[in-house]
């Protein structure tokens, strides 16, 4: 089954700009619509839909970053028929607008501290726990995020940044379920093309539940990427900044 997603998500990638539906991905898995959706979302923790919209605003990070087209050219280059739609959708995912997006990372002041925070409540719990991360052989930064579904995506309810392994903390997250997730980035000798930078690693752990007043441990090892997982879409200075600022601590 892992082949027939894998396949799926290979041509999601290869034909993120064409209207795919499901049956389209489907049929290139070679399974009905029914039993696609549920091994897909057993696998990759959402559904076809969401992981194709993952993938398109994910290449449109990279037209922002790489061409001069205009937002509105990207959104259709994308696979969007409507500029506001796009617009949204990357809003909420990313955590800025397209053309401030473009802005910030084109001046070289993209930090987590330029996307606005998300509303918070009087009362939260934490979540804390080790975060390991393999031997890169070069000085790399570790993201940890609260995220409220496995998309890293917007702005975590929480975050907190370290350089390499070790202890990490997310202080004020609110009650509920919460999906915690990790990015590792290089900080040195990044490739001069901010589209072409990727995590060095990544890593996720089961949903947790958080009660105020509370802390929950989770350990986190962190991977190479795989075909398997979402694109991060949440912006991380060192892989979307034309230079390399410090990350502000935040949450």
């Not at 398109?56 to 259709?76: D, F, M, P």
């Not at 955590?95 to 996307?115: E, M, T």
Request: net charge neutral; hydrophobic share 40%.
């Amino acid at each position: 089954m892992q082949d027939a997603v894998e396949r799926a998500i290979d041509t999601m990638w290869n034909r993120y700009h064409e209207p795919l539906s499901l049956a389209d991905m489907a049929d290139t898995a070679i399974l009905s619509k029914f039993y696609f959706s549920r091994v897909f979302r057993a696998m990759t923790g959402t559904s076809p839909g969401r992981f194709l919209t993952a993938i398109r605003l994910s290449k449109a990070k990279e037209l922002l970053l790489e061409t001069s087209a205009s937002v509105t050219e990207i959104s259709y280059l994308v696979g969007y028929n409507s500029l506001g739609t796009f617009t949204s959708r990357f809003t909420r995912s990313v955590g800025v607008s397209p053309a401030r997006y473009r802005a910030l990372s084109g001046a070289g002041v993209l930090s987590l501290s330029s996307f606005p925070g998300p509303a918070r409540g009087p009362q939260g719990g934490a979540v804390c726990g080790w975060v390991g991360v393999p031997d890169a052989g070069t000085p790399v930064r570790v993201y940890v995020g609260a995220f409220r579904d496995p998309i890293a995506q917007g702005v975590p309810s929480a975050c907190d940044i370290r350089d390499g392994s070790g202890p990490y903390q997310l202080n004020g997250v609110p009650e509920g379920e919460w999906f915690i997730r990790v990015a590792v980035v290089a900080v040195n000798a990044l490739d001069p093309r901010p589209w072409k930078r990727r995590p060095l690693f990544v890593g996720d752990a089961e949903p947790v539940l958080v009660q105020a007043g509370q802390s929950v441990e989770v350990d986190v090892e962190t991977r190479l990427l795989r075909l398997l997982d979402l694109p991060i879409l949440l912006a991380l200075p060192e892989l979307d900044s034309r230079t390399t600022p410090v990350a502000d601590r935040v949450g």
